[in-house]
């Protein structure tokens, strides 16, 4: 009998111990699935909000530009001309060619880093249209900065020779 009481004991202890284990690893499984899903959402938000905010970055610095070639063109129809203000719009042109630069790398880089999120990550057709249609605007934009600082040089270049 006591042998007998042994076994049950036994038996249900190791019964016992094999749906405690069950138990976890259904929890862990649900735990990564929910990591899993929480590292998806975060990783189109984080590429989301970057991409919008270097186009935001860029349509701020495209208007600055405008309204400096506006001020520019401003001067001249107006007859104002002083040559220490044309040597300061030449630095700021040439400042403004230097900080396109930097932006049209930093988009380069932020435009690689979207297309590598894209391809590991598997975002939902919606997510998916709306990171290529930001990429989109990016390059959109990058065009108006560039037609800016073309319109920015000849504000200039009319200023200088209106002296």
């Not at 036994?10 to 019964?15: M, Y």
């Not at 610095?61 to 129809?77: H, K, P, Q, V």
């Not at 932006?103 to 880089?109: K, S």
Request: aromatic fraction near 12%; proline fraction near 1%; hydrophobic fraction near 35%.
């Amino acid at each position: 009998m006591r042998k007998f009481l042994f076994f049950l004991v036994c038996v249900l202890s190791s019964i016992s111990i094999q749906a405690q284990s069950q138990n976890s690893r259904t929890e862990v499984h649900a735990l990564v699935h929910r990591v899993d899903s929480l590292e998806h959402e975060l990783s189109y938000l984080k590429l989301s909000y970057e991409l919008e905010t270097l186009y935001t970055d860029m349509t701020i610095f495209s208007n600055e530009m405008y309204g400096r070639a506006t001020d520019i063109r401003l001067m001249r129809l107006s007859g104002n001309y002083d040559s220490e203000l044309a040597e300061s719009y030449e630095g700021y042109y040439n400042s403004c060619k230097r900080k396109k630069q930097s932006i049209d790398e930093l988009a380069d880089i932020k435009k690689k880093n979207a297309t590598l999120a894209i391809m590991y990550y598997p975002y939902t057709e919606d997510e998916f249209e709306l990171l290529i249609r930001r990429l989109k605007m990016l390059d959109y934009v990058s065009n108006v900065v560039d037609d800016t600082l073309i319109v920015l040089r000849e504000s200039l270049n009319a200023y200088q020779k209106s002296k």
